[in-house]
Nanobody, 120 residues
Framework: QVQLVESGGGLVQAGDSLRLSCAAS????????MGWFRQAPGKEREFVLG????????DGTDSVKGRFTISRDNAKNMVYLQMNSLKPDDTAVYYC?????????????WGQGTQVTVSS
């Protein structure tokens, strides 16, 4: 059974940092793109960042450029989202996802999400 489990969300103040983690299990993720999406109340799901197996980064929404970074540890089947200089607009449920092909929509596997709330 494939599972993606996010952790690290919470309530923080504007300007703070958080690191989200995603633990992937249940199959080999060799060759899979891993990424983070987010969805704020009343808004559509938004692609934040993705990372190829080899570490190359796929940019998502412009609103996080220069503040968020993504990384993965293939040996541990982990993906991370480092979020710095958080803003209230970053408030959302953040989802970890995996896909074997970027042509797929939606991606193949999804986590349950972790809430990030940024207060002003």
């Amino acid at each position: 059974q494939v599972q993606l489990v996010e952790s690290g969300g919470g309530l923080v103040q504007a300007g703070d940092s958080l690191r989200l983690s995603c633990a992937a299990s249940g199959r080999s993720f060799f060759g899979y793109v891993m990424g983070w999406f987010r969805q704020a109340p009343g808004k559509e799901r938004e692609f934040v960042l993705g990372v190829y197996w080899g570490g190359g980064v796929i940019d998502g929404t412009d609103s996080v450029k220069g503040r968020f970074t993504i990384s993965r540890d293939n040996a541990k089947n982990m993906v991370y989202l480092q979020m710095n200089s958080l803003k209230p607009d970053d408030t959302a449920v953040y989802y970890c996802a995996a896909t074997i092909s970027l042509r797929k929509d939606p991606w193949d596997y999804w986590g349950q999400g972790t809430q990030v709330t940024v207060s002003s």
